[in-house]
């Protein structure tokens, strides 16, 4: 739980999580997006439905999806600002369908009176007192810029159980074992949905902050490429590739090896830049973390 409290904590006070702002073309995604916008969206178009990514550029790097079937839309981690809020419910009215479910797995947000439903256990664990706490912190560091939270009962989904929500199926299984007890969805066999999008970058220390983490992120991104989906999205970061789901694996393989090898956090820091000199994101901060007592 201290682990869950140090992510979840600190996820308050972050800065960016790495959104440029402007919409991410990848595969065959079609830019949604206007430079009037706050945030960012792009549509996918997959076997049996669209799938929409809404890049919020909130300050905690939060994404929000919408799964557009033939005659309803479901909706997932609706964003917990207003403005993106708003921007969100704009963007859902002009695709003309009905919302029929609102998943919160990861995030609440402000979907008001919509439909919830949420993993199990997972509402319990809103109300308790480490979610809680951290939405008191956003509340008050935040103030009237974060919307109402929804205050309805949630359906709760068994792990390892398959809801049909318009045609499409969505896979409810265990999320990485040191995150909160939210689940990783596989979305029509297609889509692979999970707390943070994998990216060619430094891992972050609110993901990662000690070698059990390590463990556990490993064995969920090759859980998730296992699964054969086509495209990988998170509650962070919007969406990735199996490209990046591969490079995960073999940065964490490297961290782990380095973890083994450097006895504090100068001498892996040192080698972990060696392996990886060009890329993004905060060695030290990570570095930092895995080490601290």
Known sequence: MKKVLFVMMAAAMMVGCGNTGAPRQTGDGLAQGAD????????????GFKLHVYNTNDVMGDASYI?????SLIVMEYPLFKVNAKEFADYIEKLGKPVEIDVTDYHLGG?????L???EGMPAFIEGPIYGGMMKQFASQ?????????TQKAAEVPFGQTQKWNGVDFDFQHGATSDFPAASIIIGKQVYYTHWTPAEAHVSPLQIGNAAAVDAELAEAKKALAS???????GHGGLAEKAQVEFKI???????ELLAANKDAAA????LKAAYPELPGDADALSQALYKK
């Open 250 to 256: 073999s940065y964490l393989e490297k961290v782990k």
């Open 268 to 271: 892996f820091t040192e080698a």
């Open 142 to 150: 935040f103030g009237d810029t974060m919307v109402e939270l929804p």
């Open 36 to 47: 009037s916008l706050t945030g960012a969206f792009t549509a996918y178009d997959l076997d």
């Open 111 to 115: 979907s008001d009176k919509l439909p």
């Open 67 to 71: 799964i557009e079937g033939q005659d």
């Open 117 to 119: 439903t949420m993993p």
């Open 228 to 234: 054969g989906a086509k495209y990988f999205i998170g």
